[in-house]
């Protein structure tokens, strides 16, 4: 088992840019393929990217695509995603997760999740 902390968060204007990062502690982080998520009130929970164990492919969302970046770094034990151009639709409540190497884009898949943060874009 992994264990995994977001942060970044906030409460940001359209247009603006936010940085999540998601910390790892537990088994080697080097061997899980990482993913984030988001889930807006009344919604369910959807796939926003996901990365390799090595980083080497990244995949994205079509709603996402061109303007968020999933990097990882292995040495520090940390996910990131670096969110351009936010848009009021962005506003969910952002989660990292993490399963054995393969990446994908079903949550299903995964069998460890941190608690959360927030982000919310204001129009």
């Known amino acids: 088992q992994v264990q995994l902390v977001e942060s970044g968060g906030g409460l940001v204007q359209a247009g603006s840019s936010l940085r999540l990062s998601c910390a790892a502690s537990?088994?080697?982080?080097?061997?899980?393929?990482m993913g984030w998520f988001r889930q807006a009130p009344g919604k369910e929970r959807e796939f926003v990217a996901t990365i390799s164990w090595s980083g080497a492919i990244t995949f994205y969302a079509d709603s996402v695509k061109g303007r968020f970046t999933i990097s990882r770094d292995n040495a520090k034990n940390t996910a990131y995603l670096q969110m351009n151009s936010l848009k009021p639709e962005d506003t969910a409540v952002y989660y990292c997760?993490?399963?054995?190497?393969?990446?994908?884009?079903?949550?299903?898949?995964?069998?460890?999740w941190g608690q959360g943060t927030q982000v919310t874009v204001s129009s």
């Open positions: 997760a993490a399963r054995k190497l393969r990446s994908s884009d079903d949550p299903r898949s995964y069998d460890n």
């Open positions: 537990g088994q080697t982080f080097s061997t899980y393929a």
